[in-house]
């Protein structure tokens, strides 16, 4: 069936809800109001109020008593209305569901899935575009996942119901209704862990995720240039041995994305190619990201976010090099 | 109880026997013993930063004699004798003090948490595991701690709004101390009680003398039996006679006659004299009781002193499977010889 990411989402949530009792969703307007993007839409009616629990307005009480239910056995799924507010809610994240299982060497466990919307590109306020997945991803024990499609969206988070860890997923609100494509209804799992070559190619290699693998396909279509793109998808623990196999085959790489360019997931990437493909390389490495600035408001976002023309003349530099 | 060990009478809850009094006396007299022994292992170099409670068993014995088994307990860092009542092994409560990850492990069928440093952050967790409990039907309540100083962080009243909203059957104890480390009382709000706080909140809420061990033994067992109907705020007026922990030296902050004023009502001294009055105890108990209860600490802490870490615990902790990044830090350590 044809979706869009939204739709894929909600469904996904769905099979959650109907295949476990211990999956509930909480957060602010997501019950009868079916979120602020209408992710959980109809929800509520299906599963009940106590199932899919519109909360007070408070992140860090929600991710807290959400972490609480997951010590319970529960499996929350609770929902920050935007990442901007998800600051809030970063104690509770790093100091406790990134460390109870290591604290409690593993006899104490956070399965839960922290969803909210992340990325600019949809004219909203301050607080409303953060792009905040090295934060989380910097700490150790939380999971990040960011996908870019809603076939991807479905099943990794599925997947990431399925484990037992917390996992941070990043929902690109620019993509939420950008496209459809065709999902299956059942459900599927996609590998959290695990980057996707989305295109196969020899002159260079474009390493992204989230709301830039768009923009980065459509430049290598019209640019009719040989790239391979590998969209990360899962931001920590990285995809290390996918982004090198492509690396070493094109000897050159360009790392894309949206947040702010420095102490980013490129300074990452670049540094583990550096130390693992550096003789294989034909050029420097390159990032093509936002501006080291917080977000700035709707007006200047434009200015911001790296769109194709960046992204085409950063292509045509790096095969120049 | 007064600070002599006398009751009235019509007060004492139904439940509470002489042998009843006894065993909390007798929990009351190994917390304490504990308490000194990793002190003195810090002192030593042979535990790490210790929170000592002093002066506050009577919070921790009363509570935990209140509660029943499947009543679910989650501290801060300061209920050691919560701990103890409720069966956690004294070897792996020393081990936690010493450092060591392996000492917050938690037993099965404990029902509770591992310490929780940052204070109050950890009742939204009692907020959730209530949640649970009130979810599948669970006939448990959860037990609740914070410190007079917690008691100004925001998670504090975002769990108790929590728990009203919701109805939850969660009990949050204030242990009030007087001190957040240096600060007193008077500077964390300008309300008169902490308890009041919970009237925001629209929750239930008592404040009692939090060094008698039956005025907070009674307070959480009638909030229990009210936590299917809601929430419970229970503040419990004590002091904390030691430093906030090791690296705390109170000289700076407070007089001795402060302190002295406290020594006074001593939770533990009236508990004694009240039982000694009833010729249920006396010093040859004591006597024998100590040199007991001695024995048991030494070996738990010759138990957690052969303990020895093993730095791979780090990393095959961290998430429920071993990522291959991960992997690769671990064995270059490894390999290099790092641990050796």
């Not at chain 2, 917390?31 to 170099?45: E, F, P, V, W, Y």
């Not at chain 2, 108790?160 to 242990?175: H, S």
Request: charged residues 25%; hydrophobic residues 40%.
């Amino acid at each position: 069936m044809q979706m869009n990411m939204v739709s894929a989402i909600n469904n996904a949530l769905d099979i959650a809800l109907r295949e476990s009792n211990d999956v509930v969703l909480l957060g602010e307007d997501v019950g009868k109001d079916g979120g602020v993007f209408r992710v959980t839409e109809g929800l509520q009616a299906k599963y009940g109020e106590d199932r899919v629990i519109d909360t007070p307005l408070a992140e860090s009480g929600i991710t807290g008593t959400a972490i609480g239910m997951a010590l319970a056995g529960l499996h929350p799924i609770p929902e920050i209305q935007f990442a901007g507010f998800m600051y809030l809610a970063f104690d509770q994240l790093v100091s406790h569901a990134a460390r109870f299982r290591s604290r409690t060497r593993g006899t104490l466990t956070v399965p839960m899935v922290v969803r909210t919307p992340v990325g600019g590109g949809v004219r909203a306020l301050e607080h409303h575009s953060e792009n905040p997945e090295v934060l989380y991803s910097h700490i150790g024990g939380l999971i990040v996942v960011e996908p870019s499609g809603p076939y991807d969206a479905k099943g990794l988070l599925l997947r990431a119901v399925h484990m037992q860890d917390p996992v941070v997923f990043l929902e690109p609100t620019r993509i939420y209704r950008l496209f459809r494509e065709e999902v299956p209804d059942d459900a599927y799992e996609v590998e959290i862990g695990k980057a996707n070559v989305l295109r196969s190619g020899s002159a260079l290699s474009i390493i992204t995720y989230g709301t830039m693998v768009q923009p980065v396909k459509n430049v290598v279509e019209k640019k009719r240039v040989d790239a391979e793109i590998v969209d990360i998808r899962t931001i920590n623990p990285l995809d290390e041995a996918t982004v090198l196999a492509s690396v070493k085959k094109t000897g050159r790489a360009m790392i894309v994305y949206e947040a702010p360019l420095s102490f980013g997931a490129g300074a990452e990437v670049a540094a583990r190619i550096a130390e693992k493909a550096l003789y294989e390389l034909q050029a420097p490495v390159m990032r093509v990201a936002g501006p080291s600035l917080p977000y700035p408001f709707p007006a200047y976002e434009n200015f911001a976010t790296p769109n194709e023309k960046r992204i085409g003349d950063a292509i045509d530099k790096l095969l120049s090099a | 109880m007064d600070e002599n060990g006398n009751i009235d009478a019509s007060l004492l809850p139904g439940d509470v026997d002489d042998a009843k009094m006894v065993s909390m006396y007798k929990y009351m007299l190994l917390t304490r013993a504990l308490d000194a022994k990793i002190l003195s292992l810090q002192r030593q170099g042979r535990a790490a930063t210790y929170a000592p409670s002093l002066g506050e068993e009577a919070v921790h014995i009363g509570a935990a004699f209140a509660m029943r088994k499947q009543d679910f307990f989650v501290p801060n860092f300061r209920q050691h004798g919560m701990y103890i009542v409720r069966g956690f092994p004294l070897d792996r409560f020393v081990l936690y003090w010493k450092g060591v990850e392996e000492g917050d492990a938690i037993p099965k069928g404990f029902n509770g948490l591992s310490v929780s440093v940052p204070v109050s952050t950890q009742i939204p967790h009692g907020a959730g595991i209530a949640y649970a409990f009130k979810y599948r039907k669970q006939d448990a309540a959860v037990l609740t701690f914070v410190g007079d100083g917690g008691t100004s962080e925001g998670d504090f009243y975002e769990a108790l709004n929590f728990a009203g909203v919701f109805k939850l059957p969660l009990i949050t104890i204030i242990e009030n101390n007087q001190w957040a480390i240096s600060q007193p009382r008077s500077r964390q709000t300008a309300a008169k009680t902490l308890a009041q706080k919970g009237i925001a909140a629209g929750i239930s809420c008592v404040q009692v003398d939090g060094n008698d061990m039956l005025a907070v033994y009674k307070a959480v067992r009638d909030a229990i039996a009210n936590a299917k109907n809601g929430p419970t705020l229970i503040e419990a007026v004590t002091y904390r006679l030691s430093m906030h922990t090791t690296s705390d030296d109170p000289t700076k902050y407070r007089t001795d006659a402060d302190v002295a004023a406290w020594q006074k009502k001593d939770p533990v001294a009236r508990v004694k004299a009240y039982l000694a009055g009833k010729k249920q105890w006396d010093d040859a108990m004591e006597q024998k009781t100590a040199e007991e209860q001695q024995k048991q600490i030494d070996d738990a802490v010759a138990k957690a002193e052969a303990f020895k870490p093993d730095p791979r615990s780090m990393f095959e902790n961290v998430y429920s499977f071993m990522p291959e990044v991960l992997k690769q830090e671990e064995d270059a350590a490894e390999s290099a010889n790092f641990w050796r």
